[in-house]
C-alpha cells in the first residue's frame, strides 16, 4: 500500500496522543505536499530465530535511565521518583535551579527537583523511563566518542544483537537504498570500533515497555533513515508508533520492520500489560566527526 498524506495538526513535543487509525500492512507513507517518505513499513520481514539475543540485553532494556527529555513526557513528581521507592530521601517535586517549586502546568521535560530533605538536585533530569542506548556514541561536552558504559562491559552480550543488526541493514538497503547509501557514506567515516560490524548502523536504544511521549530524535543521522523492529517478550497490547502530526499510527510486532524519518515527531499509544521490548537502530549524526 502507498499512502500520500497531508499534515493535519501540529503535535506538541512531550504531549501523549492516541491515533485510532492504525496500520497493520506493508505500507509506505509520503509527505503529500512534500513527497518525502515518512516510513516504510514491512511485515514479517525479520524471521524469528535472529530475536534470540542474550538475557544481559533484555535485563539492561528494563533498567532505568533518566535523561530521555521529551521522550519521557512533562517532568513530574511521580516520574522523579520511579524507580527509588526504597530511599531513604526521595524527589519531593520538580522545581527550578534556585528550589522554587514548577507550576503543575509547567512544560518543562527535564528540570532540577527538590528532595525531600530540601536538597536541591545538582544536575537536570527526565522522568524515570525503561530505555537504554548500547553501542557507539559521539562526543559531548562531558564525554569524548565511546562505547556506551554498558556496552564496554558486556560485549558478549552486546555482540549477540549482530545477527539481528545486519539482517535489518540488509533488509533496509533492499527498501529504501537511496537513503541507506546515503547513511552508509556517513558511517564509512566513523570510527570502526563504534559501529556495528556489517551494517549502517553505530547505536540501538532498547525499550521496554516505554510508551513514548511526542519526540523528534535530534542525535540520528540526518541524511539516512532511523530502523525499528519489536521483541515479544510477555503479553501486551496497544504501544503502537504514532505519527500524530498525521494522525496514523502502525502496530509493529516481532518479525516486523519499519523504517522511518527520525525526525518527524513521533510517539505511542498506551501500552496494556507487558512484555514490549522495542529495538530502535540508527546512526548518531556527529559519529563521523570522531576521527577528526
Known amino acids: 500500500m502507498e499512502l500520500y498524506s497531508p499534515k493535519i495538526d501540529n503535535a506538541v513535543i512531550g504531549d501523549f496522543y492516541k491515533v485510532d487509525k492504525i496500520i497493520n500492512e506493508d505500507c ?62 526521595k524527589p519531593l517535586c520538580p522545581c527550578d535551579k534556585n528550589g522554587n517549586p514548577l507550576s503543575e502546568y509547567h512544560e518543562k521535560h527535564s528540570t532540577y527537583f527538590k528532595y525531600e530533605d530540601g536538597r536541591i538536585s545538582k544536575r537536570q533530569r527526565s522522568n524515570s523511563v525503561t530505555s537504554q542506548s548500547v553501542g557507539g556514541f ?41 537513503k541507506w547509501l546515503n547513511q552508509y557514506e556517513r558511517y564509512k567515516r566513523c570510527p570502526q570500533d563504534y559501529v556495528i560490524p556489517d551494517t549502517n548502523f553505530s547505536t540501538l536504544t532498547i525499550n521496554m515497555d516505554f510508551r513514548t511521549a511526542c519526540h523528534k530524535d535530534k542525535g540520528d543521522c540526518k541524511d539516512g533513515l532511523t530502523a525499528f523492529t519489536v521483541k515479544k517478550c510477555g503479553e501486551y497490547r496497544g504501544g503502537e508508533l504514532i505519527f500524530p502530526e498525521y494522525h496514523i499510527a502502525i502496530n509493529i510486532e516481532q518479525g516486523d520492520l519499519l523504517l522511518f524519518n527520525p525526525h518527524e515527531a513521533h510517539c505511542n499509544n498506551p501500552i496494556i500489560g507487558e512484555g514490549r521490548m522495542s529495538f530502535v537502530l540508527y546512526l548518531r549524526d556527529k559519529m563521523d566527526k570522531c576521527s577528526q
Not at 535485563?59 to 513526557?73: C, D, E, P, V
Not at 569524548?144 to 560485549?155: A, G, I, M, S
Request: a positive charge; hydrophobic letters at 30%; glycine letters at 6%.
Open 28 to 89: 509506505d507513507m509520503y509527505d503529500q505536499n512534500t513527497g518525502v517518505l515518512i516510513f516504510s513499513f514491512k511485515k514479517k520481514r525479520i524471521p524469528d530465530e535472529l530475536y534470540k539475543i542474550d538475557a544481559k540485553l533484555i535485563k539492561h532494556s528494563q533498567s532505568l535511565s533518566y535523561n530521555r527529555g521529551s521522550a519521557g513526557g512533562k517532568v513530574t513528581a511521580k516520574g522523579l521518583r520511579r524507580g527509588m521507592e526504597t530511599w531513604t530521601k
Open 138 to 178: 559521539d562526543k559531548n561536552p562531558q564525554h569524548p566518542c565511546r562505547l556506551t558504559h554498558w556496552t564496554k562491559n558486556n560485549l558478549e552480550a552486546y555482540h549477540s544483537i549482530f545477527p539481528l543488526c545486519k539482517h535489518i541493514s540488509d533488509e533496509y538497503f533492499s527498501y529504501v537504498p537511496d
